[in-house]
């Protein structure tokens, strides 16, 4: 049995899209349990209008909640019973195997790296959110967690997520890229041109070279490489188009009689297509390189982004990911 912590209380639609997600990722895959922490009445309240089996959702109570505008470090120190540090506890005490959170990004980033900690050898966790593309997804590495990163932990990001994309995703020998303004090797910044050897004669990834911004969506590279600044920056625009895109279409659609009689016509498959480019179907983005998995999903997340991130805390310990981590990235760095 996988079992992961679930912050019931975290994100803008807690706990009601929280404690749906959790239902449904129990009910998709019996070899799921799942703790959920948060105000224990509150909780129970929402999971009382589920059918689900009761011996896989289990309520931790926490009575505290650490808000978004808190300093996250110290709001991991002082509200030891908040449903964040309730639940990282439990991947630190082995009780769970992963952690699921659509709180605080900055109480989850902290809380991760102080409560179950870096595996050894590992310079900084990276958040790599998996993004849709053309050809199917890529993986951004890192979008959040550090933002002045060096060189050679660029470079351990890239074995990481190389190693992410093989176990997880199933792609073979993923082609990594480093983001850059143009495709030269001479072009970037310090950070970049400094790195930019440092990959290319790395054996343990299969280095492509630079990528610019505009070639992330046609799924050119697999493993997209790039400090915490520039990575949220794509993140969020690549969030911000596919939502305006989105609502141009629907507009489009309903402008006449005759576009609206073709809406209807083309529905489904418009449907399948525009669910492939959805990030939520991609589940939430972990935190590589800890002693246990964490997961950030977004502060807006909706059950489907929940249920998948239980779910892809399930493929991540199947695979033995930290295991692979430690084999790959870390005792051959120390070969």
């Known amino acids: 049995m996988i079992k992961v912590a679930v912050d019931a209380m975290g994100g803008d639609n807690a706990p009601v899209e929280i404690v749906k997600g959790v239902v449904e990722a129990v009910n998709e ?20 209008l589920y059918t689900y089996d009761k011996d896989r959702i289990e309520v931790v109570n926490a009575t505290e909640i650490i808000e978004t505008a808190e300093p996250p470090v110290m709001a991991i ?32 980033l902290v809380g991760g790296q102080l409560i179950i900690g870096r595996i050894k050898g590992v310079e900084r966790p990276p958040l790599a959110p998996l993004i849709p593309t ?52 001479e072009k970037g910044n310090a950070l970049v041109k400094e790195t930019f050897p440092l990959l290319k004669n790395c054996p343990e990834i299969n280095f492509i070279g630079s990528i610019e911004a505009r070639d992330i ?22 969030e911000g ?34 669910k492939g480019f959805s990030l939520e179907e991609q589940g939430g983005a972990p935190l590589l390189g800890l002693n ?26 199947e695979q033995k990911i930290n295991e692979k981590i430690k084999e790959k990235v870390i005792l051959r760095d120390t070969d």
């Open 134 to 185: 053309e050809t199917g997804c890529s993986l951004l590495i890192d979008c959040g967690a550090n933002v002045d990163a060096k060189p050679s932990q660029l470079v351990q990001f890239a074995k990481m997520g190389s190693v992410y994309m093989e176990s997880v995703v199933g792609v073979k020998n993923p082609k990594v890229a480093i983001v850059n303004i143009g495709a030269e090797e």
């Open 77 to 108: 120190r002082k509200k030891k019973d908040s449903s964040i540090v309730v639940a990282l506890n439990l991947v630190h005490d082995g009780v769970c195997d992963a952690f699921v959170s659509a709180g605080s990004s900055g109480a989850v």
């Open 241 to 274: 188009v596919g939502a305006m895109l989105l609502n141009k279409v629907k507009t489009g659609l309903m402008t006449s009689l005759r576009s609206k009689i073709g809406a209807l016509l083309i529905k489904p498959a418009l449907k399948r297509t525009l």
């Open 292 to 317: 246990g998995l964490v997961v950030k999903t977004h502060g807006s997340s909706k059950a489907i982004e929940i249920k998948n991130s239980v779910l892809q805390c399930a493929t991540f310990k």
């Open 217 to 238: 969506p046609t799924g050119y590279a697999d493993v997209i490489v790039c400090e915490a600044f520039a990575g949220n920056i794509i993140l969020k625009l690549y």
């Open 29 to 48: 895959n019996s070899k799921i349990k799942v703790y959920l922490t948060g105000v224990k009445d509150i909780v129970e309240k929402e999971l009382a």
